[in-house]
């Protein structure tokens, strides 16, 4: 069966709608928990043997922590994507990816914690992986910093007000995108719970939060089901069959 090498980087912060996609195409969820596997030599695998892509989660780090294995996992996602390999990056995996391949990640003047409007760039509106994602939507998004320069020859695809790098495409199956597709109504109670302290720095609660959430939630999960179903059918080759 075909193995897809998850990055997990938090109890709450798995693979959601995007994993179940991916499973219903026939693909095997290698989960990695790199917040559980610290040290370097763990977590991340030897080779890329057997391995048909890479998704790289969020997670309460930062590109530029300390973390021994941070480097090692952004190391690891460049090899994937010079193999030419599918590399999907959410929040911090979209930041971790743009670092891998030469971009820059900075803190944010003010975070993104909520819905906010995210549009796609021009480019975005002829991308196959993003047919049938509107123009403009409402996207979750849970992040205090940012890619303030995306990799050589990396394409732009979605931006918002306050994160001009919203999502990207590096290649031909690398996308990075800032937002939180993958979350389902309770992970992102659970997002929203975990933020807390968060959002009342932000002058918001997770009560207000919570309404903002029932208003959006239920057109950004159609999306958002859209967008998986694009990754596992497109960027995913006819590989995710083998085994069924």
């Known amino acids: 069966m075909a193995n897809i090498i998850v990055f997990q980087h938090s109890p709450w912060g798995g693979p959601g709608r995007l994993g179940l996609t991916l499973r219903d195409h026939g693909f095997k969820l290698d989960v990695r928990r790199m917040d559980l596997n610290r040290e370097i030599g763990r977590g991340v695998p030897p080779d890329y043997d057997n391995v048909h892509g890479v998704v790289v989660l969020g997670g309460p780090q930062n590109v530029g922590d300390p973390e021994p294995w941070i480097n090692q996992e952004i190391a690891y996602i460049r090899g994937a ?3 030419a390999l599918p590399v999907i990056g959410i929040c911090l995996g979209h930041q971790m990816i743009a670092k891998a391949l030469g971009g820059d990640v900075s803190p944010m003047a003010k975070p993104e914690l909520g819905f906010t409007r995210t549009s796609l760039t021009v480019p975005a509106q002829t991308d196959t992986i993003m047919a049938g994602i509107p123009w403009d939507v409402m ?14 020859g990396a394409t732009p695809l979605a931006s918002s007000a306050a994160c001009k790098v919203q999502a990207f495409r590096a290649g031909v199956r690398t996308y990075a995108f800032q ?9 992102l ?4 719970s975990e933020a807390r302290d968060w959002a009342r720095d932000l002058g918001t609660s997770v009560g207000d939060l919570e309404k903002q959430a ?3 939630y239920g057109r950004f999960a159609v999306v958002a089901d859209r967008l998986c179903m694009n990754l596992a059918t497109y960027c995913f080759p006819s590989v995710g069959l083998v085994g069924v």
Request: proline share 9%; aromatic share 12%; charged share 25%.
């Open 189 to 192: 109670s659970t997002f929203l």
């Open 81 to 83: 994507h010079d193999r």
């Open 139 to 152: 996207a979750f998004q849970s992040h205090g910093q940012e890619v303030t320069k995306l990799p050589p």
């Open 214 to 216: 029932d208003q959006h």
């Open 179 to 187: 937002f939180h597709f993958e979350v389902d109504r309770p992970m």
